[in-house]
Structures are given as structure tokens and as C-alpha cells.
């Protein structure tokens, strides 16, 4: 069999300069990983220090890309105590989980000389538990989840309210409402066509021992039992003359391993494993050399070397090193290189039985793996196609000046729709002053649903107005997931147009989950909308939902 040619990159150190109280810390990062290291988790990791003259700790605190010579590996272990979590990250949330319910998306753009756009897509009915709304950032880079607080329980919202809340996380940032199914629709397709989760995942699978001087000696290693004993754990083995299913690059013939793992969230991933004892140099070279995850499973008793993995190339990025103990029992360690942010899930120092070690090892490298198209080198290949895409849709969705086209209202207020909404505009109390000569106002109110709308009469030079009318909203063709009701109130002006007075919204949703079972009547607070005009006081309105064959029930 042909020797291995080591490939010609910057050799991995593991590195005792950045090693502070017990913990290595990776710098420049925004979220710093300092995970607790004891002697006994370096058991199995050969530690290569540098001379004090070398120029590495200078750099550390200027550069994830060190100086041409070095990179540094990072060995990530979680602290004794911790709860082992096999959370599956870069899951689909909007799709899963945001879509199912009441939500709005926001559009956001940030730089100055590039624009980037974001989808901040936030959840209409505040979560109690958490005491905010729950959050979802979709951008090229992938999507992640946050919480918008709020100081007290919310039972009601509206898309202005949480607007200025994502204007004071993102004061720098242009920020607006896109109301319309399509572009939730079209959005569920960025995650679909461009997933952070990978439906599958091929990982190269080397033995080695402490005494191999470079990778090339670890493919002519003969697998002992032990080997063999691990790999079927890991999978079983597939004719590929035959198999029709994820192939991981493989040929047409021959045969490999396979998984059919299922992930946390439920769902399955396609596991392939390259087995370096299974192929020659050039499947050693285009196919080990090519994965991003790697498992090192050490034979011997020594100390396993790191810099091994610099001879596959500058592709693999996520590393696993495996060692048998005996009796089904096994000890895991991982390492990656320095430019990969942290992922989950935090391993604490144990013994794990060979069933554990399987999640744990295919739940870290899928997360790792998945990290892996967020940082750089291999970034570029995952932000291009997806950063295309989203920009593809912000162009349909561009930002609308405010129109003032006025509503068009119905002189009949008769409904012959079979489920009925029927709102009771009451009074008003403590009203904005907009007549500044008589200090009082003149207010009348637009109530809409979908494309109907209503206007109620105008109550003349009074703050406290008393309406007492009755007006009913077919909803036989409205969605209520994508609709509010509307309430927005101006002040008649005998010349010039009206002035605005505040405005109330409530999703529908929310509003017949909670007038199902009876009349609901509430006083309700004007707020502010895109105008700078004074607004104050409050709306008493009452809310009967009808459907004369069926009683329905919403969830929220």
C-alpha cells in the first residue's frame, strides 16, 4: 500500500499559554467558550507546548488566524455536574413551530457599505413564563432565538408594541413590519432549501495509535476487535451495490456503514462512515480528506496526538477522539479548530456505555458539523446561497411609506356571514386634546377587520365621548392567524384632515380565543402609531364572537 503524504498546513498545538485556571478560553469570539479541563480529561490528549520566544501568544489576543505557522486547536469538555443535554441544534423552528401560530415578521438591514438583511419573526401573544415574546433571527448566517422581556404580563399586543421593542435592541437598524402570508410562506423555504440542521452527514472513522508520527501511519494500522466492536455500535454495514438511500460519496459497489440516527427533535439523520481500514490511499485522500467530522479511536494506552488530524487537509474541522476501556464502556473526547464557535452539547468528564457514546458522538459532530457553515473557512458556501436567497426575498418585500388613502367604509352595517364578530364601541375616557382654541376634541373611530371597515359618528368637543354602536365584521373568509382587529381614532377637523387620536390592536386570534365562550369587554389604551402626534386615553369596547352550527376554540 502507498505511504501517505501529509498534507502541507499550519500544524495544530494545543497550546499551554492559553490555559488559565484549569480552563482554555478561545478570544476573539462573542461567545467565549471556558470549559473546565481536570488532568485526568488530558489523560488521553497529547499536549504540545511552545517555546516562550515563539510569536503565538502575542497573536492570541489579535487574530483567530494566528501567524502562518500555527493554529490552534480548541478541547472542549463541559463542567463535572452538568446534565447531559442532546439537544440537536440548527432545527427549524419556523417552520416547526412559528408558522403553526400567530406571528409577525420584521425586516431589518444593517451596514453601511453592504447592506444586510435580516426576518426578526416574533410571536403576537407574550409567553408568561419567560415574561417577553418569543423571538426568531433568520439571516444568512443561519437563524437563532432570543426573548424581547416586557416588564409586566401582557394579555394582548399588537405588531407597534413589539416594533419599538425590536427598535431598542436594534437602535442602528432600519427596521419594518411585513404584513402578508406569502412572505411567511416564502420564508419557510429559505430553511428549507438552505438548512442549518443537515438531513445527513458523512464522518471518516481512522484507528491510531500514541505512536503514530502522522496520519499516514493510522491508515496502515490494522483494526483490532475492539475497532470492529465500535464501529457496529456506531452503525451497521450496507452493500452499496444495492443500497438506494445516502450514499456519503460512495461508489457504486462495495461496502460501508450506515446509521439511521434519531436526532432529539425527532427526526431522523443519515449517517455514512468512512472507514479508513475499508478503502485505499485515494478513498483516503478524496473521502477522509473531505469530511469535516473525523473520529480518531485510539488502540493503545498512550496519549493521543492532535496534530495527526493536520495531515487530512484543511476540510476537516470537528474532531472526536474515542478510547475503549473495556466492558462496553468508553471515554470521549472532542477538539475542533479554534475558529469554530462553540456548540453544543456540553460533555461532562464520565465514562459513558457504548449506546450513551453513540448520541453523544453523532449529537456532537451534527452540531459541530453544523457550526461549521457559520465560520470560516467553509462559511462562504453556506452564507452565499442562503445570503442570495433572503435578499431575493427582501426585494419583493421593499419598505412602503405610510399611505394616506382614506378607508372605504360601509353605510350598512348588516351581516349575513355565518360566523359573526360584533363590536360595541362604548365611550372613550381621557382622550387627547386636539382643539387647542376650545381645549377638547371632536372623535369619531375607524374599526376594521381585513379588507371591512366601519366609521362610527363623531362625538363633538369632548374627552369623554359616549358612543353606544353596534358594529358586526363577517369573518367567513377571514384567516384568523393573519388578521387584526383594528380600532384607530381621529379627531374631526371641519377643515384639513383628521388628527389622529391613537389606535388599538388586538389579533384576532387572541381576540376570539377570548370572547368564544361569551361577551368580552375591556377598556382598552390608545397607542401610538408611525406619527408623531400626542396620543392618551382610553377605549371601552365590548366583543361578542357568534357561530350559529359550531362552537370553536382557539389555541394560543
Excluded at 444586510?116 to 403576537?124: C, D, G, R, Y
Excluded at 448566517?141 to 436594534?170: A, N
Excluded at 382643539?435 to 377638547?440: A, E, F, R, V
Aim: some cysteine; aromatic content about 10%; hydrophobic content about 35%.
Amino acid at each position: 500500500m502507498a505511504q501517505w503524504t501529509p498534507a502541507s498546513v499550519p500544524p495544530l498545538v494545543l497550546d499551554l499559554d492559553i490555559l488559565e485556571n484549569e480552563k482554555f478560553q478561545l478570544i476573539n469570539d462573542d461567545d467565549p467558550v471556558t470549559p473546565r479541563l481536570t488532568e485526568d480529561d488530558l489523560a488521553i490528549l497529547q499536549v504540545e507546548t511552545t517555546p516562550d520566544s515563539d510569536p503565538l501568544s502575542s497573536h492570541i489576543e489579535d487574530s483567530l488566524i494566528l501567524d502562518g505557522e500555527y493554529t490552534t486547536i480548541l478541547v472542549e469538555h463541559g463542567e463535572a455536574g452538568v446534565d447531559l443535554d442532546l439537544t440537536i441544534e440548527g432545527t427549524d423552528y419556523y417552520s416547526q413551530v412559528f408558522m403553526k401560530t400567530r406571528h409577525y415578521n420584521y425586516i431589518g438591514s444593517k451596514g453601511s457599505e453592504e447592506i444586510e438583511h435580516f426576518v426578526v419573526s416574533v410571536m403576537a401573544i407574550p409567553d408568561q413564563e419567560v415574561i417577553g415574546y418569543r423571538a426568531l433571527q433568520t439571516s444568512k448566517r443561519g437563524h437563532s432565538e432570543y426573548i424581547l422581556p416586557i416588564r409586566e404580563e401582557i394579555f394582548t399586543s399588537d405588531s407597534i408594541t413589539i416594533l419599538r421593542k425590536l427598535q431598542d435592541k436594534f437602535p442602528n437598524n432600519d427596521l419594518y413590519m411585513v404584513d402578508d402570508e406569502k412572505f411567511s410562506e416564502e420564508l419557510s423555504r429559505v430553511e428549507i432549501e438552505h438548512p442549518q440542521r443537515l438531513p445527513a452527514m458523512k464522518i471518516g472513522l481512522i484507528c491510531c495509535n500514541s505512536t503514530d508520527e502522522n496520519v499516514g501511519q493510522s491508515f496502515l494500522n490494522e483494526p483490532s476487535e475492539a475497532f470492529w466492536e465500535f464501529v457496529n455500535l456506531m452503525g451497521h454495514e450496507i452493500d452499496l451495490d444495492t443500497w438506494t438511500k445516502y450514499r456519503g460519496d460512495m461508489g457504486a459497489s462495495g461496502k460501508t456503514y450506515y446509521d439511521e440516527f434519531i436526532a432529539s427533535d425527532g427526526n431522523t439523520l443519515d449517517v455514512i462512515y468512512h472507514l479508513a481500514p475499508m478503502m485505499g490511499p485515494e478513498g483516503h485522500r478524496r473521502l477522509i480528506g473531505n469530511d469535516v467530522a473525523v473520529i480518531f479511536f485510539l488502540e493503545d494506552d498512550g496519549k493521543f496526538d492532535p496534530t495527526l488530524a493536520t495531515g487530512l487537509g484543511t476540510v476537516p474541522q470537528v474532531f472526536s477522539v474515542v478510547k475503549p476501556l473495556g466492558n462496553n464502556q468508553y471515554k470521549v473526547n472532542f477538539f475542533n479548530n479554534i475558529n469554530i464557535k462553540k456548540f453544543g452539547p456540553q460533555i461532562p468528564p464520565a465514562h459513558f456505555d457504548g449506546e450513551t457514546l453513540k448520541n453523544i458522538i453523532l449529537t456532537k459532530m451534527h452540531n459541530g458539523y453544523s457550526m461549521t457553515k457559520r465560520c470560516p473557512p467553509l462559511a462562504r458556501l453556506f452564507y452565499l446561497p442562503r445570503g442570495a436567497q433572503i435578499e431575493d426575498l427582501i426585494e419583493k418585500y421593499p419598505k412602503q411609506a405610510k399611505k394616506n388613502k382614506k378607508k372605504k367604509t360601509k353605510k350598512k352595517n348588516k351581516s349575513i356571514g355565518k360566523v359573526k364578530l360584533d363590536v360595541k364601541l362604548i365611550a372613550g375616557q381621557d382622550l387627547a386634546v386636539k382643539d387647542k382654541l376650545s381645549n377638547t376634541s371632536d372623535p369619531f373611530c375607524i374599526l376594521t377587520v381585513g379588507e371591512q371597515s366601519y366609521k362610527s359618528k363623531v362625538i363633538k368637543n369632548k374627552l369623554d365621548p359616549i358612543w353606544g354602536e353596534i358594529f358586526t365584521f363577517e369573518l367567513d373568509d377571514i384567516n384568523i392567524y393573519y388578521n387584526d382587529f383594528t380600532l384607530e381614532c381621529f379627531d374631526w377637523n371641519r377643515v384639513g384632515g383628521s388628527d389622529f387620536m391613537g389606535e388599538i390592536v388586538v389579533p384576532l386570534e387572541v381576540l376570539l380565543s377570548t370572547c368564544s365562550e361569551g361577551n368580552f369587554q375591556d377598556w382598552h389604551r390608545l397607542k401610538m402609531n408611525e406619527s408623531d402626534s400626542h396620543v392618551q386615553g382610553e377605549i371601552l369596547i365590548d366583543f361578542s364572537y357568534t357561530e350559529p352550527k359550531r362552537k370553536v376554540s382557539f389555541k394560543f
